[in-house]
């Protein structure tokens, strides 16, 4: 099992803005760190995220949930793990 979630973001994006709380609620409910990233600080991350945030992740790099994405979202993605 993991014991971190990672929320990739980008500064100005308001999916993130909106998602980054939801998070950070799940995060905590299910006694998980949640690591936040600012893509634009990795080239790398660029380019595999760009576009594509807010993209939620396990510590191993499992996807939970991206885009446009609510509580409940998270939560199925977790169950899912």
Not at 16 to 28: G, I, M, T, Y
């Amino acid at each position: 099992m993991f014991s971190e979630m990672i929320f990739y973001t980008r500064p100005a994006c308001h999916l993130c803005e909106s998602a980054l709380p939801r998070a950070r609620r799940v995060a905590k409910l299910f006694g998980r760190q949640l690591e936040v990233v600012d893509i634009d600080t990795d080239d790398e991350l660029v380019v595999e995220y760009g576009l594509r945030v807010p993209v939620l992740t396990t510590s191993g790099g499992q996807l939970i949930a991206e885009g446009s994405f609510g509580t409940r979202d998270i939560v199925r993605g977790l169950l899912r793990r």
